[in-house]
């Protein structure tokens, strides 16, 4: 795996643990943007083992460039 697959997956799990760390005292607002941003950055991460550019993975547009691959 590229240093940038790793780190978007320790960005991810960082991400997945603050999610619950905000649920646990009933924070559900604050989990789910954690929780989105963990399965956001998890799913960058795949997209980079295709392929896809790194230009293409830094913001929530970039889903329609994307395509082409």
Known sequence: MTDLVL??????????V?????????D???AC???YYAMFD??????ATKG???ECLKTHES???IERF
């Not at 780190?7 to 997945?16: I, N, P, T, V, Y």
């Not at 603050?18 to 009933?26: I, M, N, Y």
């Open 7 to 16: 780190d978007l997956m320790a960005k991810a799990g960082r991400a997945a």
């Open 63 to 65: 889903g329609q460039s």
């Open 28 to 30: 559900a607002d604050g």
């Open 18 to 26: 603050s999610a619950r760390a905000l649920l646990d005292p009933g």
């Open 52 to 54: 896809v550019p790194p």
């Open 42 to 47: 998890a799913a960058r991460a795949a997209l």
């Open 33 to 35: 943007s954690r929780a």
